[in-house]
Each structure stands twice: as structure tokens, then as C-alpha cells.
């Protein structure tokens, strides 16, 4: 992916007081991590299980530069050739906005609407959007678990890498379906993180995986989601179920500086950091050093990193 529009996010860093300030930094990635615990997911209305989850990646720049450079082209193939004129779509989880915005381009006049949990970004989203001039497109905030809508209500509902983030990935499939008029398309797309490869061998890498799997997984997520999609969209009462792949490609040496600076970027300055940190799964020293396992893999010959990503077209 070509690197892509950026924002600015606030990120307070004392790390250049330590070590004299280790605990201040200690407590303030702390008071970061409750801060946005309390944008957790209330209970939903349309199941018992009660959903507290944590977002691993957080909303950081060095995320948002990640996901805004997202488009329908790269990362909604398996549903652009289902999209028509007047279509009426909601896309949730739709963090910074970029795929939904080329939506709202692909079925104009119909409308689009992104939603997320995160207030924060969903601003970055309208902030983006307002620069396109699509008067189809529109954000709100809302919950994938308990949707504001009543049956029925979309021709499309598309989510795009945001079942790997919940606890309970087939309560909010359910819900996904509930709004999605009969017949309708529930489009899906999740990455398989251990599906993950790369070359050349850069050890800090697999710390890295070793590492965000921990972390997704205190956080009660499902980083190989990829893997799962179809048994969670079956498990969640789709009967018509059209399963397919892509991958994501990092092979020119921009595409692996991009992506090498990217991750080294968000190993140390993003929710993933502060959750590590507080979750006592690494410190300051181990997340430098795979920052810069990182930087080292992006500045070798012949790069190749792939990332695999399973997608599903499910009528409702
Ligand atoms: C990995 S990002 C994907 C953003 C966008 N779909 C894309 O691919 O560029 C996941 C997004 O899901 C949002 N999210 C997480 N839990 C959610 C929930 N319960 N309801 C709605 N959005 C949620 C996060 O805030 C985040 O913006």
C-alpha cells in the first residue's frame, strides 16, 4: 500500500526523562490505558455476555497513517463487484474513514454511513471526509454490538478488520446480520496475524508477533481471526456464506521501509506499547529493540512481507 494521508494525535511521550522519571512514565502509561478502557463497550442489549473489550492498537498517529491508507481497491475487493449505484451502506469500525469514503464514491447517490466506537476517530474520519466533498458519506459513533438501527435497514453492511478486536466476535456477526436487509450483504474481511510471513529472518519479528498475540490476547481478542471467519459467520446463523483471501504485499523497498517504519513506530508509540507496558508483558528496553528489529528489516535487500486476510460475502 502506498503510504497515505496522515492526522495528528495528540502523544504525550516522557520517555526522554527517563530513568529518573521511570515510575511517572510507568503511571502515565497506566492513566493512558484506563483512559481508554473508558471507552469500553457497554453490555449489549441483544446478548447476555457482557462486552468490556479493550482496542488493541489504539488510534495513535502511527496507526492512523497505517489504516488511512486503506482503500476499497487494496482491502474491499471482495465486495467492490457487488456494489451499485444507490446502495445504502454501513460500515462499522470504520476507524479513520478511507474505504468507507471510496464506498460512498462507488454508490452514490446512495448513502454511507462509517460508525465506530471511538469518538476520536471517528472526528479524523469526518475531518477527512469533509475534505472530499461526498455529500453521500456521514460518521457516527455507535457499537457493533448493539447497533441503532432497526432490521433491515442496510443493503450493505460491510466491517473491515474489526472482529479480531471483540471477545465476542459471533454476537456482533448477529448484529451485523440483524441490520442488513434480507438478502442483503454482510461483507468481512479479517487479517491472520500467526499467517503472517516474512523474509529475511529478522529474530525481533517473531519477538514482535510473540508479543502483539499476547497483548491481543489479554485484551480477550482473536489475532488469527482470518482463520476463523467462516466458523464464526456460520456460528452466528449465515447459511449463504461465499469465503475468500488476499493478501496484503510489502515487496518494493518503499512498501518495506513504509511498513518497517510503521510498526517500529507503533511497537513503541501506540495503545499496543502502553497495554504491553502496563499488562507487564515488556519494558521500554524490549520495545526499542524490536523497534529497531523492525527499522533493521525494512533497510535489507530483497524484503518480502505478506500479510494473508480471509473475506466473506454473507447474504442475510
Ligand atoms: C483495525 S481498525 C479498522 C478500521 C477500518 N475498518 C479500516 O480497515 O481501515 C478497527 C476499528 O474498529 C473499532 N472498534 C473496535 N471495537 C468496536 C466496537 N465494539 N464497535 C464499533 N467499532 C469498534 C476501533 O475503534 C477501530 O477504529
Known sequence: MAQGWRTTVRHYNFSCLRPEFDWLWSWHCRWRTLLSMSEQTPPSQHSSVQHADVYTHGHQESVLRSHAARTAGN?????????????????????????????ARLVAPGRVLGLDRSPDVVA???????????????FAVGDIYRLDFPDGSFDVVHAHQVLQHLSDPVAALKELRRVAKPGGIVALREADFHGMSWYPAQPELDEW??????????????????RRLLHWARA?????????????LYATPEQCRWLSADWADRVEKSSLAEQALTYGLADEAQLAHIAEGWRAWGAAQDGWFVM?????????
Open 75 to 103: 482491502s474491499a475487493g471482495h465486495l467492490v463487484p457487488h456494489l451499485q449505484p444507490g446502495q445504502h451502506i454501513l460500515d462499522v469500525g470504520s476507524g479513520p474513514g478511507t474505504i468507507t469514503a471510496d464506498f
Open 236 to 248: 452466528a446463523g449465515f447459511t449463504n456464506v461465499t469465503p475468500s483471501s488476499s493478501n496484503w
Open 209 to 226: 508477533m510473540d508479543l502483539y498475540q499476547l497483548v491481543a490476547r489479554h485484551n480477550h481478542a482473536e489475532p488469527d481471526a482470518g
Open 124 to 138: 479524523a474520519a469526518r475531518r477527512l471526509a469533509g475534505k472530499q466533498h461526498l455529500n453521500n458519506l456521514s
Open 308 to 316: 494473508p486476510n480471509a473475506e466473506i460475502i454473507a447474504l442475510a
